[in-house]
Each structure stands twice: as structure tokens, then as C-alpha cells.
């Protein structure tokens, strides 16, 4: 059996043990290890009446003050049913079979407070089923619920590091897609850039071809100047086909409207 220890006032000690030794018969009552075995078989009386005093008291002592109403509460709901018991040793008796190695208080207080790091009552599971079945109220052995939850039904290590890994690589892997897609805006945005730069020369090209040839082509049609001139744009950039864009064209027009 784990043992635990617990600091409290020695003059609250002292009065709690000298109240245990003025009820305590003086024939000392020797128990049975067996993890199980029926009330007949047991010697002390299970008058949880006349130990309500000494539990309270114990209640006070070992559960934080929070939960003190809590516990007490809890412990009066005991005490309506029948079916559960415990003797002056605080041993607990639920349906006629004495379960060994358990206090009540133990039990209450892993049903009331919360239960951090430190180890469960053994019988806990049994104590909850228990409560369970006498349709207790949430609000008395919620923290049970909780206690199976957390400490009983609690991920695996490896289980818990896996989804820790599959988290990982789902925010790796729409990282690696953020910046693909900002590779790929910024390719678009150099592409199109480039693209109005050429437009850019283009033009300037036009206009100065335009410049050059001015004198040559004074006699030859329009259509036939920006054709010819085109097509030695084209031949000066290496471009099998030049798109323009709208902008460009509007420009061509007014110049070749101003030098017709």
C-alpha cells in the first residue's frame, strides 16, 4: 500500500487521534490483507454516526479550503445510503464487501479536488462506480469524471508525440506552399514587368526608326510605313511575333497620325 504524508498543526493532530482513542474499543481488532472479503466477517461496527465528528475534522485538515464544502457535502451523501460504510479506521465497506487498504476520506477528497501529480486511491474506480450508480449529482463527483479522463484514459507517449509530428509537418508543408506561391507571384510580376519594359523599347525604337526614316518614306502609304517599320523592329529585337499591348497601339496611332 502506498502511504502518504501529510503536514498538519499538531495540536489538530493530537486532538483527532485523542478522540480516536476515547471511541477505539479496547480489544484491538486485527484486519485482514485480502483485497476483498464480506461485512460478516468483520469484526467492527460500521456506525459512521458517531465518527461524522472525527471525519470532519480530518476533511478540515487534509483538503484545501476550496473544496472543504465540496467534500463535506459529499460526505453527508454517504451517509444517507446504506449500501456504503466504513469503520472507525476509516476503512470502506460498499455492498457488503469490505475493500481493503482504502480510507474514505482518501476517497472523498480524490473525488472532490483535483488531482495534479499525485497518485489515485487505489479503489478509486470501484468508489466511482459506486457513486454512479446511486445517481449522485454532477456537481459532487464531477471531478471523478475528470480523474478517469486525465489519468486513466490519457494519450500514449509515442501516440501524443505522433499527432505532436503530424501538426508539425501540416504547418511545414502550408509554409512550403505560402512560398511557393510567393516564388511563383514574384516570377509573374518580373515576367510582366519585363514584358512592359520591352514595350518600352519597342516603342522607343519606332520612333526613332520612325525619325530615321522620315525622308525615305514621304512618298509610300501609311500602312505600309508602320509595316516596314515594324517588321525592322522585329528583326532588331529578334522577336518572331511582337503582341502590343493596348497602350502601345493607341501611342503608334497618334505619332503616326502627327507625322501624316
Known sequence: M???MILIPKHKYEAVLQKQNEDQPKAEVVLNDTPSRDVNQHNLSY??????????????IT???????????LLLYLQKHS?????KQGEVCIDGKVIS?????????????????RKL???IHQFCHFLKSTNIPHCLFRNVEQTKKVRFESIPYKEKKTEENKEKEETDEYSEDSDNEYIQRNKKAKKTETNLETQKKILEDF?????????????E???????????????????EDVKYSKHIIIMLEEYLNLCG
Open 101 to 117: 487498504n482504502t480510507h474514505i476520506v482518501d476517497l472523498i477528497r480524490d473525488s472532490t479536488v483535483p488531482i495534479g501529480r
Open 221 to 239: 502609304v501609311a500602312d505600309d510605313v508602320v509595316n516596314i517599320r515594324f517588321n525592322h523592329i522585329q528583326s532588331k529585337h529578334q522577336l
Open 2 to 4: 502506498t502511504k502518504e
Open 207 to 219: 520612333i526613332d526608326c520612325s525619325r530615321e526614316t522620315e525622308e525615305s518614306f514621304q512618298g
Open 83 to 87: 449500501s456504503i460504510k466504513w469503520d
Open 47 to 60: 456506525d459512521q454516526k458517531s465518527l461524522h465528528d472525527d471525519l470532519q475534522s480530518l476533511i478540515n
Open 121 to 123: 486511491t487505489a479503489a
Open 63 to 73: 483538503i484545501p479550503s476550496r473544496y472543504k464544502d465540496k467534500a463535506l457535502r
